[in-house]
């Protein structure tokens, strides 16, 4: 299993606070080659573009296997596991006792050994599943909107502040994540990685070192 001090290495660094995602849509944090440990997914949200995402992450290196997934709504976990199935095929580990429905899917979701969770529930969810996912100590790529008003913003600001104590790796998706001013956004408030599209990623680089080099 891949452990807190192995993740350093194996991530794509743009210095120790910021690093940057950018395969296109969605999570691509672990670049892992065929010696290093293997990494396990958890899908919370199955919604499609939970799907996507856990899709483009399970792409993004070979050691990386989905073993567990929840949602509210068990018709949503079976369409996205059929789908993942048919297109992965042996990366999807998921089975029937794996598998979790209801209001607290998320909870045995991070009970799992999962090393890295998805989350893709409604936004009005974000806030409380990043913190369980923080207390369980696990990585978390979140999808947008992370946020929907000011108080939301706050609490989420605070748990990327309890995320970097822990040593966790917190990521968040949007277009504008590659900008140059949402880049220093991310690092002042102790977010590790963002994910934008290819086009972006060359400046979202350059901001990157840049953050890094002026503190936040």
């Not at 440990?37 to 050691?63: E, F, W």
């Not at 090393?115 to 409604?122: A, C, F, G, S, Y």
Request: with cysteine; aromatic share 4%.
């Amino acid at each position: 299993r891949l452990g807190q001090d192995h993740l350093g290495p194996i991530l794509l660094h743009l210095g120790d606070v910021l690093l940057l995602a950018g395969h296109g849509h969605g999570p691509t944090p672990f670049c892992i080659g065929p010696g290093h440990a293997h990494v396990g997914l958890g899908l919370i949200g199955c919604g499609g573009r939970g799907t996507y995402d856990t899709m483009n992450c399970l792409k993004s290196a070979p050691n990386v296997e989905l073993v567990a997934m929840g949602d509210l709504f068990k018709d949503r976990i079976d369409r996205s596991r059929q789908r993942l199935a048919k297109e992965l095929g042996e990366k999807v580990k998921v089975t029937d006792e794996t598998c979790f429905v209801g209001w607290d899917a998320h909870k045995s979701v991070l009970n799992t050994d999962v090393d890295m969770v998805i989350l893709t529930e409604t936004p009005h969810f974000r806030p409380q599943h990043l913190r369980a996912a923080i207390e369980a100590g696990k990585h978390v790529f979140m999808e947008k909107p992370v946020t929907v008003d000011g108080p939301t913003s706050r609490r989420m600001l605070e748990l990327a502040e309890e995320s970097s104590k822990k040593n966790l790796k917190v990521g968040i998706c949007g277009e504008h994540g590659g900008d140059p001013s949402s880049i220093r956004f991310c690092h002042r408030v102790g977010l590790n990685y963002v994910s934008c599209s290819p086009f972006r990623v060359p400046i979202a680089r350059l901001a990157a070192a840049q953050a890094e080099q002026v503190g936040p």
